[in-house]
């Protein structure tokens, strides 16, 4: 019981969540989107399942694994959905920010499990299961934060540094999270930092949704109350779209 539960877990935490942000968002126009990202992604996997081999053998080392990692299941899907995305779309800026978590977490949502059940020949850990969707739901849900106030920045040099070493760490940092689990490291070693990522995380995505945070500065993805007023130095803009006052 404890297993199935754990697959269901794998299989579904990031389509609810996905599901969620559709039934609260009031702009359903990104409703499209979700299904365009869930239909490339069964078709690229597809492809790979007929056409290429998922399962790697581990090599040692902390670094090659992190590149290939890092790499695999992050930079190229991000990069690779959501740039074809921008040249397709026609849409303005406020709406090509927007649709980035809706359009990534379905790609995602398939993606994910995918690479969990296929690219494995032995039992499959509670990091896979459990930890690995959680992990990458609050990757993209931080960085499209980032996203979103990356669109809505002026031309200040020093906000668009902050903005992109923010948005780099938050999508480098499950990887380094994920490699340390897959090298051996203890269980203590990377488990403090896969709560506090996805603590701040949470933080940021909460109160982006409910407009609550100062403007220009990256304290949304600190606590409310919090007496640390930044997590990395500088500025950002306004937010877009329906959070603008």
């Known amino acids: 019981m404890y297993a199935i539960v754990m697959y269901l877990f794998l299989i579904m935490f990031m389509s609810v969540s996905l599901l969620w942000y559709l039934i609260h968002e009031k702009d359903k126009a990104v409703i499209p989107v979700a299904l365009g990202g869930a239909l490339s992604a069964i078709v690229f996997c597809a492809f790979k399942a007929f056409f290429s081999f998922s399962y790697r053998t581990p090599r040692a080392g902390f670094f090659v694994n992190y590149a290939y990692i890092l790499l695999a299941y992050t930079l190229i899907p991000v990069a690779a959905v959501y740039l074809i995305f921008l040249v397709i779309s026609k849409d303005d800026n406020a709406f090509l920010a927007k649709s980035y978590f809706p359009l990534l977490c379905a790609f995602f949502s398939v993606y994910l499990p995918y ?121 950002l803009c306004v937010r877009f779209g329906r959070h603008r006052k």
Request: aromatic share 18%.
């Open 115 to 235: 690479t969990v059940l296929a690219g494995s020949r032995s039992a499959y850990s509670a990091f896979e299961l459990f930890c690995k969707p959680v992990l990458y739901t609050a990757m993209l849900a931080s960085s499209a934060v980032c996203v979103s106030f990356l669109y809505r920045t002026s031309a200040d040099e020093k906000r668009l540094r902050t903005l992109l070493a923010t948005l780099i760490g938050f999508l480098f940092v499950p990887s380094a999270i994920e490699t340390a689990w897959f090298v051996g490291f203890s269980f203590f070693a990377w488990l403090p930092f896969f709560v506090l990522y996805v603590f701040f995380s949470a933080c940021g995505a909460v109160r982006f949704l409910h407009g609550d945070f100062p403007e220009k500065t990256v304290s949304i993805f600190l606590p409310k109350k919090s007496s640390v007023t930044t997590i990395v130095g500088g500025d």
